[in-house]
Structure formats: structure tokens, C-alpha cells
């Protein structure tokens, strides 16, 4: 059964480009666009891993990482952070949180992949 990887990330393009690499190494991708769509999918679908833009309409990916830690569900879900302005102090929120990765826009293809087999389980 392939690996599920749900892609929260307000920029269509992104997507695309993302969704493709993955589906090419044979992960199973759907995405949502912002941060409520991507809560009550992360607990409908629970995804393998997850791959989270900070600034998204409405709830942001800070938001969405605190929620998903801070549930013991959820807790172990491998997350991706990705983010065109990973500035030092976002990046060490995100680690206070417990991201497991970041990702820099733009972003190499093979970086991408690499970190993503990594992390899915």
C-alpha cells in the first residue's frame, strides 16, 4: 500500500510540482489549501507524513504543528515544514514545536524526495 502524503500549501504551483514528484516515486498525494481544511483531513485521513506551509489562510502552519503535538494521536505524524521565509526565529519555533524537517522555497527536487522517504514510514 503506498504511503499517504497530505500537502497543506495555499500556492497551486506548488502543489503541482510537489504532488508530481511524489506520485513519481510511488507516494499517495492529496492536498488541501489552508490551515481548517488541513486539520480535519489530518483527522479523517490521518496522512504518513505531512508537508506544511507556515503562512497559510486562516490557521497557520505553526498552529497546525502545535495542534498535531499536542495530540497523542497525532503526536508521531512525521512533518515537513516548507516555507519561502525560513528565517532563523521560524525556524526555531518550529523546532520548539517539533518539526522534523524543513524544506526552503524554492526547493531542490531531489532534497524533496530524499527527506520525504526519509521520514514516511
Do not use: W
Not at 513519481?24 to 481544511?37: I, K, N, P
Not at 526552503?104 to 524533496?112: D, L, R
Amino acid at each position: 500500500m503506498a504511503r499517504h502524503v497530505l500537502i497543506v500549501e495555499d500556492e497551486e504551483n506548488i502543489v503541482e510540482s510537489l504532488s508530481f514528484l511524489l506520485e513519481r516515486e510511488g507516494f499517495d498525494v492529496t492536498s488541501v489549501l489552508d490551515g481548517a481544511q488541513a486539520l480535519a483531513r489530518i483527522e479523517d485521513g490521518r496522512p504518513d507524513l505531512l508537508i506544511l506551509d507556515v503562512m497559510l489562510p486562516g490557521i497557520d502552519g505553526f498552529e497546525i504543528l502545535r495542534t498535531i503535538r499536542s495530540n497523542e494521536a497525532l503526536k508521531a505524524l512525521p512533518v515537513v515544514m516548507l516555507t519561502a521565509k525560513m528565517q532563523q526565529h521560524d525556524r526555531r519555533t518550529a523546532e520548539a514545536i517539533g518539526v522534523n524537517a524543513f524544506v526552503t522555497k524554492p526547493f531542490s527536487n531531489a532534497e524533496v524526495v530524499s527527506i520525504v522517504k526519509s521520514l514516511a514510514p
